[in-house]
């Protein structure tokens, strides 16, 4: 329906030209003299404070002026003054005397105790190192600059994750940084198949991005797919895996989450091996999975690590929560403004005599409530923890009690709204549940307007709209439409362990099968056991 | 043609869920009395030849929509001429569905909406549908089965449960001969709802999988009409032939007359809900060709495009097919079925049958 718009859009954008925000690549060289280098990076920088430029002089008897660049805070300042500057300065093998053109080898192969030594030329590149938390070591006379890896600073440590809860699984959350977190999982699934790849995103923020999937059960062209989609981003900025979620999504248009997001590593492990996709950025802990299908957004990663029936039962419990979060103050507006004969009739008669002192109608009642509630969410999401307690308060008492003695709304719409709201918070994803929440007030006008017939077709609406949605090309109500028998147990319902041998289709490639014949576990012949227990038994008494 | 696949699957949910489309709401085969429910069966049986016919068509020309092979067949003039007539027809049987759809809910739930309204609201969620295109709809008709099954048969086991069913009202079988049952299959139930099949035409070209079209069609016309038969027949022995031939919607009357537990009763919307979403897919796959026939014609490179003023068009003339309830009733019996649907579900296909026959031998000999 929007696609006219959306198509003149696009032309209006081919006209710009491209790139014209970002600096376009230089390609000077460094310079053989040491002052023109520092001066030059001390220009590119703008002289910032934060920049150390260290002076050191090496060499046989110290006869080579050289400079040892950091920035505070970006690097392990103990690495740096022990082993970098100390062995520069102290190392017996500089001592001798060398050419100028050996000192850069000497240097790399043998006086610096570093991972990662490399050299290098471009003037940018040498800038670009620097800024990424590289020590640069500049020597006068070599047109070239070493940068020794000495990426450090202050990290948050490993904390329990506080988006995804769980109750017996692990207590290990993502953190912001990209390497503690691919390390995280890669304790968890030791194979050598969990291939990664890194890429930089954002012209200025120069975000580290990596994709992480296992190599022959994730669909190679599914992975390919991704690796274009983030290539082709050109963008200021990446601050968050919620930028790149919303440039890499199928659809735009659309109020339904297409690529998943979470804290913990071990639903991204689970994920992985179900052969989806994982997406690392540096500087959040979140961690994007895709592609994403409806169903997904209900299940928690415990629903596989407690029994199948129970897990089951909770699953079909989420699935209720959320219709009702859906749709259960347009069902109360449609059921008492045009279908009151549909409610039996001692519920009708408690029902008109609270609505009696009312001064609304229905509708208007339930948007006031439901625009307050949520109000005081978003009030209570930003609030200083300090004054927490205080929004409880006015909300419970002053919103919900005073409200309805003062006859400004009845009390069962006081009750409609409560059981929404906290149904809303049954569903695991957050990024579903703010959806439902929004949707939410579409389907109260429609209700108010056209009854059921309205509610109904808002709904039809939505779903023909989740029809039409895809994630990397998957649709999006798998394993609905199209309907996949076996996929269909696997992920709405939840076979036992034992029994889920395959994995889902349309994500998994052609390594379908998962597990082994037989899992089913069977006790030993206990019969038999006791039996020979009793004769062993026997014997010792004999 | 859209670069579209379904597989036979989505064409089973698709052909069960528009044969049940609209068929719920009225009465089915009111001529043969008590027999209803065999005429329906008759019906089916009917419905399998008609499905024959259009099964040898497509496995003629299983890439062509039969826009182009009529002109392949009757020559470029005539073959446009016929093929305009059917855009015509099935706008027309789309035109009556939507203003059918309107008055039951103005007649059972909204006597105060003005119909205009209703019809609008329902062709505008159904021109957005038929923009997404042929896979979103069966994508969504798949996810409407689901949710029809559960509907459908929870609602079989109120009505069981609920004692209303009296098997008496079902004798005597064969009160006057075969002959009324015969008689009514013929002007009447064949028609609507199998018939209306010829529509899955333009259809079955998109079907991945060849080799089960003809099972898939097969299965889903038996069902429909199997399920067909059993509602008219609970509907007669919950209500009586007398008040069944009556009513302008038995089906409703036999759900509003549950009465169970104290508090399981008038569940109108259970019949509100049934016909809204198998009518939703009806009306869906009426209206999606209609555009794909018009695009086909016409040479329209996107057929999406054609949903607005395709939909503008249909919603005002099913405001103008009839000017009442009672007209259109008359326009179905006395119209319809005897000239127009004979014609188009029964006498082009067998003729355009006729001719793929005999150019096809030429060419292979």
Known sequence: MLSFFKRKKNRVNQQQPKEYVFASQSSVLMDHSLSKNLEDIKRITGNSPDIVIRKVKIGHHATHEAAVLFVKGLVDSQTVNDLLIESIMKNSHLHKKLHLQDIVDVITNEVIPLGQVQSMRNQEEVVNSLMAGNTIILIEGINEALTAGTQGGEKRSIQEPTTHVSITGSKEGFTESNETNIAMVRRLIKSPDLWMESMTIGKRTKTDVSIMYLKGIAKDDIVHEVRTRLKK?????????GYIEQLIEDETITIFPTTEHTERPDMIAGNLLEGRIAIFVNGTPFVIIVPAIFVGFFQTVEDYSIRFDIANAFRFLRVIAFLISLIGPALYVAATTFHQEMIPSTLVFIVAAQRESVPFPAVVEALIMEITFEILREAGVRMPKAIGSTVSIVGALVIGQAAVQAGIVSPAMVIIVSITAIASFATPAYSMAISARLIRFVFIICAATFGFYGLLLALLMMIVHLCSLRSFGVPYMTPFAPFFPSHFKETFFRRPLWAMKERPQLIAGENVIRQGENQKPEPPAAREMIMKDKEKGDEHES | MEKAKISAYQLF????????????????????????????????????????????????????????????????????????????????????????????LVISAYPATPIFFINALFILVIIYTVYKGIEVLSRTSEVLFFVVSLLAVSIFLLIILSGNINMDNLKPVFEEGVSPIIKTVFTDTLYFPFGQMIIFTMILP??????????????????????????????????????????????????????????????????ILLVTLTAFVKLSVFFYVTVLSVSHLFHVKHPSHLAYPLGMVVLFLSMAVASNWTEYNQEWFKVEYVYIDPLFQVILPIFLLIVAFFKNRKKAV
């Open chain 2, 13 to 104: 949910t698709l052909l069960l869920l528009f044969e049940l489309g609209s068929a719920l709401v009225y009465t089915l085969a009111n001529g043969a009395k008590q027999d209803a429910w065999m005429a329906v069966l008759m019906a089916m049986v009917g419905g399998f030849c008609l499905f024959f016919i259009h099964y040898r068509l497509y496995c003629y020309y299983p890439n062509l929509p039969p826009m182009e092979y009529m002109q392949m067949l009757l020559g470029p003039v005539l073959g446009k001429i016929i093929a305009f007539l059917f855009i015509l027809y099935f706008m027309y049987v789309a035109a009556t569905i939507l203003r059918g759809f309107g008055e039951m």
């Open chain 1, 233 to 241: 981003i050109n963008v200021d900025g990446i601050l968050d895996s």
């Open chain 2, 206 to 271: 998109y079907v991945n999988e060849r080799k089960k079209v003809k099972r898939t069609g097969l299965l889903a016309i038996g069902m429909s009409g199997f399920v067909l038969a059993l509602i008219t027949a609970m509907n007669i022995s919950v209500l009586g032939i007398d008040r069944t031939t009556r009513s302008p919607f038995p089906f409703l009357t036999t759900i509003q007359m549950i009465e169970l537990a104290g508090f399981l009763e008038r569940l109108d919307v259970y019949f």
